[in-house]
C-alpha cells in the first residue's frame, strides 16, 4: 500500500514539473519574441520600466496606474501578477541586441544557466592549466 502511495505521489509530481517545464517554454516564448525585459535601472525589479520601454510609454504613469491597481483591488492579484513578472521576465541586456543573431545568443545564454556555467569553467580550467605550465617552466632547472 505504501509503495502504490508514493508511486501516486512521485507521477503527480512528475506531472506538475512537466506542466511548469511546458508554461515557462510558453511564457519563453511570448517574453523572447516580443522582447519585453526587466529594466536593469527599475526601482523594484525593473517590471514597470521594461514594459514601460518595450510599449513607449511614459514610466511614471505606469506606476502611477499599478500602484492605483494595487490600492484599488489588494495585493493579491497585482501584487502576485508583479512578483511573478518579476520572476518571469529576463534581465535587459547590457549591450543592446543589433541583430537576430545577437539575439539569439543572448536568448540561448539566458536560457542555459548550466552550459553557460561549464563554458566559465571550461575557460577558467584552461586558465589554470596554462598557468601550470608556466609554473612548471619557471620552476624547471633548465629555466
Known sequence: ????????????FDQCRRQYGRLRD?????????????????????????????FNFSVVWLRVIVFCLFLFTGFWPVGVMYIVAGLVLKMEPVVPLKNDEDQEFYQSYTNSRESAIQRVKRKFDNIDRRIQRIEHTVDSREF
Do not use: F, N, P, W
Open 1 to 12: 500500500m505504501r509503495y502504490h502511495y508514493k508511486h501516486k505521489a512521485r507521477a503527480g
Open 26 to 54: 510558453q511564457v519563453d516564448v511570448i517574453t523572447s519574441s516580443r522582447g519585453v525585459y526587466r529594466s536593469r535601472k527599475g526601482i523594484l525589479m525593473g517590471v514597470c520600466r521594461g514594459v514601460a520601454e518595450h
